[in-house]
């Protein structure tokens, strides 16, 4: 069995709308592998819903319970920082793009989903980017 993670974008849009994009992502969801996510992208998600009001505090704070339920959670560590240093320079990420693949790098995963990243591109021969929407 494989493990995947999951970035923020993906858990606003599954908060948020019933679109297409929603059902895809449930489809991404609906496995026997292991998803995990971090505080980090739990941190994101929470930042964007307050500041696009898209969700009230209570909802916001539901869905934080409900995917720390479902997802394992990965710990940034200082280990995790230090290792992104040298991802950050080498795939030319941004610092918190670098800390979730960082993460996902620990957390032996060999999907990462997002859409604010280079579809299909492989990170250190073990992590595929991967866009669920293309």
């Given at each position: 069995m494989s493990s995947f993670f999951v970035d923020s974008n993906l858990l606003i849009y599954l908060a948020t709308t019933d679109t297409?994009?929603?059902?895809?992502i449930k489809t991404v969801l609906n496995t026997d592998n292991t998803a995990f996510i971090?505080?980090?992208?739990?941190?994101e998600f929470t930042a964007v819903c307050f500041k696009k009001k898209l969700l009230t505090p209570e909802q916001i704070e539901k869905y934080?319970?409900?995917?720390?339920?479902?997802?394992?959670?990965a710990d940034?560590?200082?280990?995790?920082?230090?290792l992104c240093f040298a991802i950050k320079e080498k795939y030319k990420y941004s610092w918190y793009d670098?800390?979730?693949?960082?993460?996902a790098l620990?957390?032996?995963?060999t999907n990462l989903y997002t859409e604010d990243m280079q579809h299909n591109q492989i990170i250190e021969n073990t992590l595929t980017i991967i866009n669920p929407f293309i």
């Open positions: 297409d994009k929603t059902a895809r971090s505080v980090q992208v739990l941190n934080v319970l409900e995917y720390k339920l479902y997802f394992e959670t940034v560590t200082f280990a995790t920082v230090s670098s800390l979730i693949i960082t993460a620990q957390n032996n995963c």
